[in-house]
C-alpha cells in the first residue's frame, strides 16, 4: 500500500502508474477512502492555516480525484480557494 501511496506525490501519473493504482483498488490492496485521507495530510502539510478547513473540505468532497496525483488535485484546489 505504501507504494500506491508514494506514486501520489508524483508530478503526474504515466500510463503504468495509473494501471497499479487501478489494479490496487480494484483488488482492493488500497481503498479511495486511504487515499483521500492521505492527499488531505498532503494538503494541511502544505497549506497550514492559510485558508478555512470547511472550504478545503468543501472542495474535496465534491472536485478530489483518485486519477490525479496529489500535486494535481492539490494545484486545482489552489486555484479554486484562490479564486473564491
Not at 46 to 53: D, T
Request: hydrophobic share 30%; glycine share 2%; net charge negative.
Amino acid at each position: 500500500m505504501t507504494n500506491i501511496l508514494e506514486l501520489y506525490r508524483k508530478t503526474t501519473f504515466t500510463d503504468e502508474d495509473s494501471e497499479v493504482i487501478s489494479n490496487a483498488i480494484e483488488n482492493k490492496t488500497i481503498d479511495t477512502t486511504t487515499i483521500k485521507e492521505n492527499f488531505m495530510d498532503f494538503v494541511y502539510h502544505n497549506v497550514g492555516n492559510r485558508y478555512p478547513l470547511e472550504d478545503i473540505w468543501d472542495y474535496t468532497d465534491e472536485n478530489y480525484s483518485n486519477g490525479l496525483t496529489h500535486i494535481e488535485n492539490y494545484n486545482n484546489l489552489l486555484e479554486f480557494l484562490n479564486n473564491k
